[in-house]
């Protein structure tokens, strides 16, 4: 029997019981030809249960799960989008089930651990450092949030240019880890060694920080790291006229967003930041994965119309009720104006699949983060920027992508106060500026890379230029 490769999703959906027994880290292994051990890591958040499975044989890490759905004594687990499913019967220490992977079906008895098998990415830097790195906490102006961190700072004991590392969407700790990566804490460690103080900071409601990111919007993010700005004026270790950001993704227009309200930031930098009205880049995001994904170029052409619809609906409804409606009438209308193959591909094969597309663009519309995020526009704070900025963007980037977002964040920056901007493209570089083979999305946990060196040593080359 063949090992099977474990393929990836960026959807995740929740679905259980409060205070579940499962909220663990669980192992086993199964004969598949050899043996293959998985780790399913159940969380949860809300009430809710959501999972990830990682596959430490295979090098593969944090496979988001569709739902996680539990009773007194068995769980469901389903991965069916990518053709896996595991049921079993639990109690506190082991759940004993049925692995199923297009038509394979297995025994998989998994116990729960402490201590679950790691994946370490090569770049992920492992003590003793050659810096000093400490975990601190800090509050915001009004104490309603406590941020937890990590600071690091050279050895020699004087004043630094220093960095706060701003995380992209999503509930990120502070080393914005995905897929077994830790980009973050890569970065934290190359521009430490370089000479500058680096926090990183847990997102609000992430690890060690406090606060309700459920109706939480980019500006609130914004706030936040602009507390973390006010704790590095604090640190005797920091050149207060020499203070930045680098922003990956969202962070990349909260960068913008927090520099042009204050005197006191000197540089940014933009990793993979939107330089386009937001609804045009989810277009283009949307575009880009299906065709990543292998679907036919005019059956994406055909699911924008309907996206692009759906899009104004999200940004211009008041009400859900309305925007229901809206929905369902545009959608009645993109499926009287396209071919019924485009309909099929897309997932819209009967009535009943029609009203879940529906449900599904309703919940984004009543997302109150997702909401605001769909109606931003990172032109007007880019336009009002008086520091150094330096963007870049990978070329073959398919959620944030690189010739319009590059294009739009030169011309804002040429009708700005600062005298001092580079953008550049880099060849072969994905959303997470690894040297990618396939580039889809797919992909990230499967490359060793984090982060491209060539990456890292034009981030620190530009710094040592503009700001030391």
Request: glycine share 8%; with cysteine.
């Amino acid at each position: 029997m063949r090992l099977f490769t474990i393929l990836l999703t960026m959807a995740i959906g929740v679905n259980a019981h409060a205070q579940s027994p499962l909220v663990a880290a669980w192992e086993g292994s199964m004969n598949v030809g050899q043996e293959l051990r998985l780790v399913f890591r159940i969380q949860e958040a809300n009430g809710k249960l959501s999972g990830t499975m990682d596959s430490p044989d295979q090098n593969v890490t944090g496979v988001p799960v569709s739902s996680v759905t539990a009773t007194a004594d068995s769980v469901f687990i389903d991965m069916s989008n990518i053709g896996i499913t595991y049921a079993g019967k639990y109690d506190n220490t082991a759940i004993a089930g049925v692995f199923k992977q297009s038509g394979m079906s297995l025994p998989l008895e998994l116990k729960k651990t402490a201590t679950p098998t790691e994946i370490v990415k090569p770049q992920t830097p492992k003590p003793p450092f050659s810096y000093n790195s400490e975990d601190v906490t800090f509050t915001n102006a009004d104490k309603s949030i406590s941020y937890g961190a990590t600071i690091t700072i050279p050895k020699v004991d004087k004043k630094y240019p220093a960095i706060l590392l701003v995380t992209g969407s999503g509930p990120q700790n502070r080393d914005e880890e995905i897929m077994g990566h830790k980009p973050f804490a890569v970065i934290a460690d190359y521009l430490t060694n370089r000479g500058y103080v680096v926090l990183r900071v847990d997102d609000r409601g992430v690890g060690q920080t406090t606060g309700d990111r459920s109706n939480a919007t980019t500006a609130d993010f914004a706030k936040d790291a602009g507390a973390a700005i006010d704790y590095l004026k604090t640190r005797k270790e920091v050149d207060p006229k020499r203070i930045g950001m680098i922003g990956h993704s969202e962070g990349g227009m909260i960068a913008p967003m927090v520099a042009s309200e204050r005197k006191d930031i000197n540089f940014i930098v933009l990793l993979a930041g939107p330089g386009v009205k937001i609804t045009e880049l989810m277009e283009d995001q949307n575009a880009a994965v299906l065709k990543s994904s292998g679907l036919d170029e005019a059956v994406v052409n055909d699911y924008i119309k309907l996206y692009r619809s759906v899009e104004q609906v999200i940004i211009t409804a008041n009400s859900t009720q309305e925007a229901r409606n809206r929905m369902q009438q545009a959608l009645g209308a993109w499926q009287k104006a396209v071919p019924k193959a485009s309909q099929e591909a897309v997932g819209i094969t009967d009535e009943k699949a029609a009203q879940q597309m529906i449900d599904e663009f309703a919940k984004v519309y009543e997302n109150k983060w997702y909401n605001y995020f769909m109606k931003a526009d990172p032109m007007p704070y880019l336009q009002k920027l008086s520091c150094k900025v330096l963007a870049l963007n990978g070329e073959k980037d398919i959620q944030v992508l690189s010739k319009p977002n590059l294009e739009g964040i030169r011309k804002a920056l040429g009708k700005s106060k600062s005298k001092k901007w580079e953008t550049e493209e880099l060849l072969g570089l994905n959303h997470l500026f690894q040297t990618c083979k396939t580039c889809t999305a797919q992909e990230y946990a499967q490359l060793d890379e984090t982060i491209s060196p060539a990456v890292l040593i034009m981030v620190g080359d530009w710094l040592d230029k503009e700001v030391k």
